[in-house]
Nanobody
Framework: QVQLVESGGGLVQPGGSLRLSCAASGFTLQYRTIGWFRQAPGKEREGVSCINGNDGSTDYADSVKGRFTSSRDSAKNTVYLQMNSLKPEDTAVYYC????????????????WGKGTLVTVSS
């Protein structure tokens, strides 16, 4: 059974950092892409980053480029999202999701989703 569990969210001041984790079970990262998405109150869910489990390539939304970094630990079957220089507009529930690595990474293409973890950036 495929399962994704996010953790690491919390309250952080502007300019601070957080590291989110996405623990995967029921599949191996090698054949899947893991995407990070977020949804702020009153807004649509949007893509943040994608990491291809096959070759490790990554892609980021323009709004987080240079601040967020996605990485994987195949031994732990876990993907991370390191978030630095956080801004109030980064406040959202963050979700990880997965799709076969040969398919596109978008809110509409993902097969399985985690339940999310809340990130609040506020002073």
């Amino acid at each position: 059974q495929v399962q994704l569990v996010e953790s690491g969210g919390g309250l952080v001041q502007p300019g601070g950092s957080l590291r989110l984790s996405c623990a995967a079970s029921g599949f191996t990262l090698q054949y899947r892409t893991i995407g990070w998405f977020r949804q702020a109150p009153g807004k649509e869910r949007e893509g943040v980053s994608c990491i291809n489990g096959n070759d490790g390539s990554t892609d980021y939304a323009d709004s987080v480029k240079g601040r967020f970094t996605s990485s994987r630990d195949s031994a732990k079957n876990t993907v991370y999202l390191q978030m630095n220089s956080l801004k109030p507009e980064d406040t959202a529930v963050y979700y990880c999701a997965t799709v076969h690595y040969a398919r596109g990474c978008s809110t509409k293409s993902m097969d399985f989703w985690g339940k999310g973890t809340l990130v609040t950036v506020s002073s």
